[in-house]
């Protein structure tokens, strides 16, 4: 498993350098003991094949979002990462079908997370609330870049 784990982040970070992104960012996203926001922020940003060109730094993608009004208030860059809010982020952020009512009726964090669990984005016997590194930001990171492989940011422009 560890070793599957390992590939997706490899894999991301190769097509992450390939497909012109600052290698030292992704670097440093691995190396972080705790994931923060910043961090899912530049990635997501990057997800979309169309910011592929485009430069911009953790807090830039940062505020993107946040000018966007996807990023819950009381949150800030250095906020860490927890894999339910990281699951609302995707699923707000990104052009993505959800299967679930409850994630429709509600909008909420905790089902969201359900919904990337159900799309085997998040291990099965992850916990919302738990915090994670920065190695397995990026595999997570890559399984959804993975499973959606054509998902488009919905909001264009906020920057």
Same mark, same amino acid.
């Given at each position: 498993m560890?070793k $599957? ?19 030292? %960012? %992704?670097? +440093? %996203? ?12 530049? @990635? *997501?940003?990057? =997800? ?8 911009? =730094? /953790?807090a ?5 979002f ?5 990023? &819950? ?7 860490? /990462?927890?894999y339910? +809010?990281? =699951? @609302?982020?995707? /699923? ?5 079908? *959800?299967?679930s009512?409850?994630?429709?009726c509600? #909008? =909420?964090? #905790?089902? *969201?997370?359900?919904? $990337? ?6 291990? &099965?016997?992850?916990? &919302?609330?738990?915090? $994670?590194?920065?190695?397995f930001?990026?595999?997570? $990171? ?6 959606? &492989?054509?998902?488009?940011? %919905? ?5």
């Amino acid at each position: 498993m560890k070793k $599957m784990f390992a590939f997706f982040a490899l894999c991301f970070i190769v097509l992450c350098a390939v497909s012109a992104q600052s290698a030292d %960012i %992704i670097g +440093d %996203i691995v190396k972080e003991e705790k994931t923060t926001w910043k961090s899912l922020t530049y @990635l *997501a940003y990057y =997800s979309d094949d169309d910011n592929v060109d485009k430069s911009i =730094s /953790l807090a830039g993608a940062f505020e993107y979002f946040s000018n966007a009004g996807i990023i &819950p208030s009381g949150v800030t860059p250095d906020t860490l /990462l927890r894999y339910d +809010d990281m =699951s @609302l982020f995707l /699923l707000k952020a990104f052009d993505i079908k *959800a299967t679930s009512i409850l994630y429709y009726c509600f #909008h =909420s964090r #905790h089902y *969201a997370f359900r919904q $990337m669990k159900y799309y085997g984005v998040i291990k &099965p016997d992850a916990f &919302p609330g738990d915090k $994670m590194t920065g190695s397995f930001f990026v595999t997570i $990171m890559g399984k959804f870049s993975s499973t959606f &492989p054509n998902a488009k940011l %919905i909001y264009k422009g906020a920057y």
